[in-house]
């Protein structure tokens, strides 16, 4: 029985799939492979900003990867501000409407 060769470009899509959904089993499912085999590469990935391992022999196409090491912690970082904003817009709205319960008991709020 012969192994399945993935190119990086196929890596790198199911990576991001992954990355996504935040579930490599489905994912895996979807593509029929071995989910330890999707999580290894979501963890190669986020370890060495790549879907395809540093010891891996790597082809031309791989260099046309859309996201650098750097781009992608920038990210990550740019979407944990954005989530603690968003945290902090949804609990002033839920302050503000506490406060209009308590001054307009009458009105029907959401």
């Known amino acids: 029985?012969?192994?399945?060769?993935y190119s990086p470009e196929q890596k790198l899509q199911i990576?991001?799939?992954?990355l996504e959904t935040g579930n490599a089993s489905i994912v895996a499912r979807r593509h029929d492979i071995s989910t330890s085999l999707v999580s290894k590469w979501v963890r190669q990935y986020k370890r060495e900003g790549t879907g395809v391992?540093?010891?891996e022999k790597q082809r031309k196409t791989h260099n046309k990867c859309p996201v650098t090491i750097e781009e992608h912690k920038k990210m990550i970082s740019e979407n944990e501000k954005l989530k603690k904003l968003l945290g902090e817009k949804e609990l002033e709205i839920e302050i503000l409407r506490d406060l209009l319960k308590?001054?307009?008991?009458?009105?029907?709020?959401?």
């Open 53 to 55: 391992p540093q010891g």
């Open 102 to 110: 308590k001054t307009n008991p009458h009105l029907p709020i959401k």
């Open 1 to 5: 029985m012969t192994r399945k060769q």
């Open 15 to 18: 990576i991001k799939e992954a």
